[in-house]
T-cell receptor, first 112, second 116 residues
Framework: KAGVTQTPRYLIKTRGQQVTLSCSPI?????VSWYQQTPGQGLQFLFE???????NKGNFPGRFSGRQFSNSRSEMNVSTLELGDSALYLC???????????FGSGTRLTVV | AQSVTQLDSHVSVSEGTPVLLRCNYS??????LFWYVQHPNKGLQLLLK??????LVKGINGFEAEFKKSETSFHLTKPSAHMSDAAEYFC??????????????FGKGTHLIIQP
């Protein structure tokens, strides 16, 4: 079966712009979560959605937001981009936390 | 609240020798624990998971981990290292508190180097 699909794979944006990243989970997985990976901070939890509801949010500013659609696909949006937002953004899906999470290959965002 | 400490940022072993990657966790609730591996420029792959069943967990590629509640540890081992094991390894904890998901909390990672 298809894995977690993230688009686009690479993105270059200018400071001050906004960006939208997309994640399609494995079919049947209703929980989708997002993570930011940087060399300095490592992997950090952004937020988790289940059945179109945000269940939890990590310690990120309000410029970071997300949503989930009825088909479980999820998007995250970052507004007013800063240089420090340059990172690999990973999406993961799961049918339930005890099953483990399947990660996509990520979107590498570069802010210039 | 939950946290994960990976005790070694780098581990170097010779091919064919045992691997030990150490992880300690803290959690207010009964945790689920995972080990993930990330090869360069690749996504994260689940190696194994502990979810309150058997304390000795076997994963893919010959890896296994033992959950020790008294020591709050979940160390990853492999009897014989292979060159293809060279990668970054992450210990991860997940807990549910009051019905809400806390997401995954990652350790800082251990870079495993395999010497020929």
């Amino acid at each position: 079966k298809a894995g977690v699909t993230q688009t686009p794979r690479y993105l270059i944006k200018t400071r001050g712009q906004q960006v939208t990243l997309s994640c399609s989970p494995i079919s049947g997985h209703r929980s989708v979560s997002w993570y930011q990976q940087t060399p300095g901070q490592g992997l950090q939890f952004l937020f988790e959605y289940f059945s179109e509801t945000q269940r939890n949010k990590g310690n990120f500013p309000g410029r970071f937001s997300g949503r989930q659609f009825s088909n479980s696909r999820s998007e995250m949006n970052v507004s007013t981009l800063e240089l420090g937002d340059s990172a690999l953004y990973l999406c993961a899906s799961t049918p339930g936390p005890s099953y483990g999470y399947t990660f996509g290959s990520g979107t590498r965002l570069t802010v210039v | 609240a939950q946290s994960v400490t990976q005790l070694d940022s780098h581990v170097s072993v010779s091919e064919g020798t045992p691997v030990l990657l150490r992880c300690n966790y803290s959690s207010s609730y009964s945790p689920s624990l995972f080990w993930y591996v990330q090869h360069p420029n690749k996504g994260l792959q689940l190696l194994l998971k502990y979810t309150s069943a058997a304390t000795l967990v076997k994963g893919i590629n010959g890896f296994e981990a033992e959950f020790k509640k008294s020591e709050t540890s979940f160390h990853l081992t492999k009897p014989s290292a292979h060159m293809s094991d060279a990668a970054e390894y992450f210990c991860v904890v997940s807990t549910y508190s009051g019905g809400g998901a806390d997401g995954l909390t990652f350790g800082k990672g251990t870079h495993l180097i395999i010497q020929p």
